[in-house]
């Protein structure tokens, strides 16, 4: 099973920064994409960003010109570079990856996600 860990969650005031990064981890897999999603308390899951195939990119309307996405397609890694943070991006956040995996019986689609890491904006 591929399995994704994420890191770098924290408590930062309004109009500081955070870096997020997840690390994809199994024995045989292709990554077809690699995002971040988010959850609030009594909120549901909301993409934040993604990047797929060819590397295209898609940003939530609510973090364009505030937050990058980048990835590492050699290390299996994407991050978040996260800035102008507000209290309304209070969540936690979670990688998700997609893609195929074989395990000696043939090539078969998953999707994965990780625990989460807390992100808190407060003053």
């Known amino acids: 099973q591929v399995q994704a860990v994420e890191s770098g969650g924290g408590l930062v005031q309004p109009g500081g920064s955070l870096s997020l990064s997840c690390t994809a981890s199994g024995r045989n897999f292709e990554i077809y994409s690699m995002g971040w999603y988010r959850q609030a308390p009594g909120n549901e899951r909301e993409l934040v960003a993604e990047?797929?195939?060819?590397?295209?990119?898609n940003y939530a309307d609510f973090v364009k010109g505030r937050f990058t996405i980048s990835r590492d397609n050699a290390k299996n890694a994407v991050f978040l570079q996260m800035n102008s943070l507000k209290p309304e991006d209070t969540a936690v956040y979670y990688c998700?990856?997609?893609?195929?995996?074989?395990?000696?019986?043939?090539?078969?689609?998953?999707?994965?996600w990780g625990r989460g890491t807390q992100v808190t904006v407060s003053s």
């Open positions: 990047v797929g195939i060819g590397n295209k990119i």
């Open positions: 998700y990856v997609e893609g195929e995996e074989d395990y000696g019986v043939g090539l078969t689609d998953f999707a994965s």
